[in-house]
Nanobody
């Protein structure tokens, strides 16, 4: 059984930064590709960033490229999302997810496990 738990969300002014963290409970974290997705009120869930099981090949949505950085620490069973230069349109619930494919997928359907989400609110 794999369980995920996000933390680090909050309220920040536009231009500010936040670092999200996701801990994965289970014995085989290093096998999973990891992704971050977000869902704003009234909108569909969208891909934000993903990283392969080895930590190589980070992949970003165009809307966050150059502002967000995904990383992982396999020794700590954690994946992170550093978010800089935040904009009001980044406001959403952010979810981390794990895929047994091990790759950096941008397709939500390929993810097997999801966290409960953490709220990020960016004020203008």
């Amino acid at each position: 059984q794999v369980q995920l738990g996000e933390s680090g969300g909050g309220l920040v002014p536009a231009g500010g930064s936040l670092r999200l963290s996701c801990v994965v409970y289970g014995r085989t974290f290093s096998r999973y590709g990891m992704g971050w997705f977000r869902q704003a009120p009234g909108k569909e869930r969208e891909f934000v960033a993903a990283i392969s099981r080895s930590g190589s090949s980070p992949y970003y949505a165009d809307s966050v490229k150059g502002r967000f950085t995904i990383s992982r620490d396999n020794a700590k069973n954690r994946v992170y999302l550093q978010m800089n230069s935040l904009k009001p349109e980044d406001t959403a619930v952010y979810y981390c997810a794990a895929t047994a494919t091990g790759v950096n997928s941008d397709r939500g359907l390929e993810y097997d496990y999801w966290g409960q989400g953490t709220q990020v609110t960016v004020s203008s």
